[in-house]
């Protein structure tokens, strides 16, 4: 069992210690396997640790691994209400496909729906509210009860992963990312070498997969997620970001 922080009263002492937990979980185990860190990592947080997969373009690969661990372990999926009809069936296949037991489908909060974005069209105005209300809210809710979080980031997919740890501190939780190290050669070897469902809309050209109106095929020389927010100085929804940590503040978590 790896050692951990001892417990601190205080927010900002909690907080403080979960970053110093986080770089020495980094330090310890960041060089590890992919499969080594997940199944360390489960060990360590054991009852209190869940992924966040969004069941796009690279999500297989993650979910597998979990899946050769622990197919029990808590998945949550934000529907937010605006995903493509080819997630919504990627998800069901991969979860039949691996025998996952827990998945956890969140969603916005109507109300806050019928406040905001009352005609269904906020992104048209207001690509960050629009991901405040139907992800990055609903993913504070959905980590409420986890110490700790997987994700499937790589460090390829963009400028603003470039570098990514494998162990993060987000507020008094930990961010984990087992693939943060992998190449698009790595992903594509382990596709062949298990034979894992490809999300369909892939073949199209989408590498990086989101909400429907907000997500388009990604051009020729450009990195994986260039098709998300095309034309907005935006790359990503803020469930990775600081919106995130301030969301969980503000839910008191």
Same mark, same amino acid.
């Given at each position: 069992?790896?050692?951990? +922080?001892?417990?601190?009263?205080?927010? #900002?002492?909690?907080?403080?210690?979960?970053?110093?937990?986080?770089? &020495?979980?980094?330090?310890?185990?960041?060089?590890?396997?992919?499969?080594?860190?997940?199944?360390?990592?489960?060990?360590?947080?054991? &009852?209190?640790?869940?992924?966040?997969?969004?069941?796009?373009?690279?999500?297989?690969?993650?979910?597998?691994?979990?899946?050769?661990?622990?197919?029990?372990? +808590?998945?949550?999926?934000?529907?937010?209400?605006?995903?493509?009809?080819?997630?919504?069936?990627?998800?069901?296949?991969?979860?039949?496909?691996?025998?996952?037991?827990?998945?956890?489908?969140?969603? +916005?909060?109507?109300?806050?729906?019928?406040?905001?974005?009352?005609?269904?069209?906020? *992104?048209?105005?207001?690509?960050?509210?629009?991901?405040?209300?139907?992800?990055?809210? +609903?993913?504070?809710?959905?980590?409420?009860?986890?110490?700790?979080?997987?994700?499937?980031?790589?460090?390829?997919?963009?400028?603003?992963?470039?570098?990514?740890?494998?162990?993060?501190?987000?507020?008094?939780?930990?961010?984990?990312?087992?693939?943060? *190290?992998?190449?698009?050669?790595?992903?594509?070897?382990?596709?062949?070498?298990?034979?894992?469902?490809?999300?369909?809309?892939?073949?199209? #050209?989408?590498?990086?997969? &989101?909400?429907?109106?907000?997500?388009?095929?990604?051009?020729?020389?450009?990195?994986?997620?260039?098709?998300?927010?095309?034309?907005?100085?935006?790359?990503?929804? &803020?469930?990775?970001?600081?919106?995130?940590?301030?969301?969980?503040?503000?839910?008191?978590?």
């Amino acid at each position: 069992m790896l050692a951990k +922080p001892r417990p601190l009263d205080r927010v #900002g002492g909690v907080e403080a210690g979960v970053a110093a937990e986080a770089a &020495g979980l980094d330090a310890l185990l960041g060089h590890l396997k992919p499969i080594e860190i997940i199944e360390r990592s489960a060990h360590e947080f054991r &009852g209190a640790v869940a992924a966040v997969s969004s069941f796009g373009a690279d999500s297989a690969v993650l979910l597998h691994m979990i899946s050769e661990i622990d197919r029990s372990l +808590p998945v949550i999926f934000l529907d937010t209400g605006k995903h493509f009809e080819e997630t919504l069936g990627y998800r069901d296949a991969l979860v039949a496909d691996f025998g996952l037991t827990d998945i956890r489908v969140i969603k +916005p909060e109507e109300a806050a729906l019928d406040r905001v974005d009352p005609t269904g069209r906020l *992104h048209e105005t207001n690509t960050d509210a629009c991901c405040n209300v139907r992800k990055v809210e +609903p993913l504070a809710r959905g980590v409420e009860p986890f110490r700790a979080w997987f994700t499937g980031r790589k460090r390829f997919q963009a400028s603003t992963r470039a570098a990514l740890p494998v162990f993060e501190a987000v507020g008094s939780r930990i961010r984990i990312n087992p693939l943060a *190290h992998w190449t698009t050669t790595d992903q594509a070897d382990y596709m062949r070498a298990h034979a894992l469902r490809e999300n369909p809309l892939v073949a199209y #050209g989408y590498l990086s997969i &989101g909400c429907f109106p907000c997500t388009q095929p990604v051009q020729p020389g450009e990195d994986a997620r260039s098709g998300r927010w095309a034309g907005h100085a935006k790359v990503e929804c &803020g469930i990775h970001l600081s919106g995130l940590e301030k969301s969980l503040t503000d839910a008191s978590l």
